[in-house]
Each structure stands twice: as structure tokens, then as C-alpha cells.
């Protein structure tokens, strides 16, 4: 019987959704490291924003912005050509993770 209960619980974890990555971790996976800097506070180049402690809500807006297009200025572009990689799902976690950057 516990063999039975224990196949069955296998079997249902392998339909589990699975659970999104942490912001930190995304941050990371993500590549924004690359320009942001580790922390978020030290961009690669003065023009690009130091990410640390932004408002989730508008680094949410501003990272789907840039991935549909409807932000198309400045340094968007060098932006453009990660953001396919990550979902929205992932952008809300990674604006979370940024705002609570001290």
C-alpha cells in the first residue's frame, strides 16, 4: 500500500508546476548582471541605471515596456535583445528582488 501511495505522489510532483526561480537567482540567469553590475548598484556604463531599490511596480512597467516595444528610447535597444528570454512571470520576480536591494 505505501508503495502504491508513494508512485502516486511521484507521478502527481512530476505534474507539479514548477516553482519560479527567485529574483536573485534570475537576476543572475538573466545575464542583467552583465550591465547592471552584481549588486545593481554599479552599471557597466554611467548611461545605464543602477537598478538597486527601484519601485517594483515601475521596473516592471519599464522592463515589459521594453519588451513589447512600447519603450524604444535610449539604451532600450541593449535591452531588447534579452528581454525575449525572460517572461513576465520572471519580470515581476526580478522587480521584487530589485526593490528590496538595500
Same mark, same amino acid.
Given at each position: 500500500?505505501? *508503495? #502504491? !501511495?508513494?508512485?502516486? %505522489? $511521484? /507521478?502527481?510532483?512530476?505534474? =507539479?508546476?514548477? $516553482? *519560479?526561480?527567485?529574483? @536573485? /537567482?534570475?537576476? !543572475?540567469? +538573466?545575464?542583467?548582471?552583465?550591465?547592471? #553590475? +552584481?549588486? =545593481? +548598484? +554599479?552599471? !557597466?556604463?554611467?548611461e545605464?541605471? @543602477?537598478?538597486?531599490?527601484? &519601485?517594483?511596480?515601475?521596473?516592471?512597467?519599464?522592463? *515589459?515596456?521594453i @519588451?513589447?516595444? %512600447?519603450? /524604444?528610447?535610449? &539604451?532600450?535597444? =541593449?535591452?531588447?535583445?534579452?528581454?525575449? !528570454?525572460v517572461?513576465?512571470?520572471?519580470? @515581476?520576480?526580478? $522587480?521584487?528582488?530589485?526593490?528590496?536591494?538595500?
Amino acid at each position: 500500500m505505501k *508503495l #502504491g !501511495l508513494m508512485i502516486f %505522489a $511521484a /507521478a502527481a510532483a512530476s505534474f =507539479a508546476v514548477p $516553482a *519560479l526561480a527567485d529574483g @536573485k /537567482a534570475l537576476y !543572475l540567469e +538573466k545575464t542583467c548582471i552583465a550591465c547592471h #553590475g +552584481k549588486d =545593481a +548598484k +554599479k552599471p !557597466l556604463t554611467p548611461e545605464y541605471p @543602477k537598478l538597486a531599490g527601484q &519601485n517594483a511596480k515601475y521596473a516592471e512597467r519599464q522592463m *515589459l515596456d521594453i @519588451k513589447s516595444g %512600447a519603450r /524604444a528610447n535610449g &539604451n532600450s535597444a =541593449a535591452m531588447k535583445g534579452v528581454m525575449h !528570454l525572460v517572461s513576465d512571470e520572471e519580470i @515581476k520576480e526580478l $522587480a521584487k528582488y530589485l526593490s528590496e536591494i538595500k
